[in-house]
């Protein structure tokens, strides 16, 4: 069972919004940190954005900052990415994956568990 699922992917012109959504599955995982990664083709996975638990603390990538939200409903257990300002350059798989630290925002290997992806494709 994949312990994080998305939700919210999609084809969106530049210029426009979508917001993704990482719910647990069978598990919840308050107490870590939760984090939203992209892969583009051809390339490694990155870190675009954090937040720990409480929802105190966040993180973003210098490439999404002041265009993308994240936030966090424990009530729900559930984690959002507000994405506005699309880029063509914003397209990848969106994985949300957590771990017990904010390390997982230097530290790809600091991620304990992995959602599969939602596609995102920002056209020019």
Known sequence: QVPLVEYG????????????????SGRTFDRYWLGWFRQAPGKEREFVS???WSGSFTSYADS???RFTISRDNANHTVYLQM????????GVYYCGVGPSSNIRERIDAVEYWGEGTLVTVSS
């Open 64 to 66: 999404v900052e002041d």
């Open 9 to 24: 992917g999609g084809l969106v012109q530049a210029g426009g919004s979508l917001t993704l959504s990482c719910a647990p």
């Open 50 to 52: 954090g937040i720990s």
């Open 84 to 91: 506005n300002s699309l880029k063509p350059e914003d397209t």
